[in-house]
């Protein structure tokens, strides 16, 4: 019944390559003395009874290397993206001007470059969790087989797949963080 049993090893490893997706996108957030527009991609704005990524609820520009602006389209939204920056742990403080918020970039200090590398390792730690949560799943498919009469051959084969995959996921979680810790770290 189980002897013709396989595990879908696509599945396990493109929701890994999710997890680590999500990093690389958390990673584009972190700012390293330079303005960018995806610095702002992970923060929301409860707009309409709803979190709004900022994008959607205005104009986000990046008109000098140390400055991001947004023009916000509804004016009552002003205030509400303002406070979602400023809750956001960027460390920016915005100025509005109308409906349009300036973003200063402040040059990094010392100090805020190891901040954003502690960061950056908490958002690897939640790719990692992620990576490890799709291995148990992989393995509790191996294991329901097990009961289901899959043999020890082959149970011990799926779950070194399983770990394999998983181990390649970490090794490029755990380079992508040192690449960034590096990136943040250069003066």
Known sequence: MADDF?????DLQRRMDGALGALRTEFASLRT?????SMLEPITVEAYGQRTPINQVGTVNVPEP?????????KSMVNAVE?????????????????????????????????LTRVAAQYAEHARVAVRNIRRDGMD??????SDGLSEDDQKFWEDEV?????????AVDTSLEKKQTEIMQV
């Open 6 to 10: 396989i595990l879908d090893t696509d």
């Open 33 to 37: 003395g330079r303005a960018s527009a």
């Open 66 to 74: 140390r400055m991001v602006t947004i023009n916000v389209w509804d």
């Open 83 to 115: 406070k979602s920056i400023r809750e956001s742990g960027l460390g920016i403080n915005p100025q509005l001007n109308g409906t349009i918020i300036m973003l200063p970039i402040p040059e990094l200090n010392e100090e805020r470059r190891k901040e």
């Open 141 to 146: 498919q191996v294991k329901k087989a097990k």
């Open 163 to 171: 770990q394999s995959l998983t181990d390649t996921m970490i090794k």
